[in-house]
């Protein structure tokens, strides 16, 4: 941790936390780190919000796997993304001068869309869905097996961090960020003599990819959303989904696991 030393502070809001900003820095500079006004200079990312805001750092700032990304909370609803509130500088302070801390480590997706690069990449989820009052067909490919085809409102893959928000509320599983793996989820899928699906989720491994073909059948402009971002991509034919080579870097706290977290929030 040591080595770390050039902190950039990213917020939605740095007017409303103008006072508890200049507090955080002042802390940090007593403690021989540096702020930067460059997140490019950084090779600590440090989010000051809640788990929404946390999605935002990492995506507005590149999906960097070369420095280490942490979350500040700032209210006191459980949080899966930020380790620290922002009234606990005892605790910030303890980690900060740790020689012993440990990094954890998170699983990200890339989705590439009709075939087109770059890739976009997600640390919760990418979901398709109808942008319209109207299922729609999906042709499934595990790898370049054809697997099923699905019609319904939509499909979420999500990572194993993922799994405990959008994916859980269809009743999707919960997945130890430990496996390297992401999982795919139906939105209300229609199941008949014509159209049959595994109607339940299910999980890939970090080896497998997985190719959403939409079906041209009238209801061809699905909206595609990367965590908390739509995109604003007018037509999409195919979605490929493969577990991306960017793990997302963050504090690893002593009594505060993943796990730790999932009790806090749902038990």
Not at 162 to 188: M, R, W
Not at 243 to 267: A, G, Y
Request: charged fraction near 20%; charge should be negative.
């Amino acid at each position: 941790m040591n080595q770390r030393r050039n902190l950039y502070f990213f917020t939605p809001h740095p007017n409303r936390l103008e006072t508890k900003l200049e507090q955080l820095k002042s802390i940090a500079i007593q403690h021989e780190f540096t702020t930067v006004d460059d997140h490019q200079d950084a090779n600590i990312i440090v989010s000051v919000g809640n788990d929404g805001t946390f999605l935002q750092a990492v995506r507005k700032t590149g999906f960097r796997n070369d420095c280490l990304y942490v979350g500040i909370s700032t209210d006191h609803l459980p949080s899966f993304y930020c380790d620290f509130h922002i009234d606990e500088i005892n605790k910030m302070v303890e980690a900060a001068t740790s020689e012993g801390i440990e990094v954890r480590r998170y699983p990200t997706i890339q989705a590439t869309i009709n075939d087109e690069d770059p890739p976009f990449y997600c640390l919760n989820e990418c979901t398709i869905r109808s942008s319209i009052v109207k299922t729609f067909v999906i042709d499934v490919y595990v790898d370049d097996y054809h697997f099923e085809t699905f019609r319904g409102d939509g499909m979420i893959i999500s990572t194993p961090t993922g799994s405990t928000g959008y994916n859980k509320s269809v009743h999707g599983a919960v997945v130890d960020p430990l496996l390297p793996c992401f999982q795919i989820s139906e939105i209300a899928s229609l199941n008949n003599n014509h159209y049959r699906t595994l109607d339940s989720s299910f999980i890939l491994s970090g080896d497998r990819t997985l190719t959403l073909k939409v079906v041209q059948d009238g209801n061809d402009f699905p909206l595609v959303a990367m965590d908390n971002e739509a995109l604003g991509i007018s037509h999409v034919q195919n979605l490929c989904i493969q577990l991306s080579n960017r793990p997302i870097k963050t504090v690893k706290l002593k009594d505060n696991s993943f796990w730790h977290k999932v009790q806090r929030t749902f038990l």
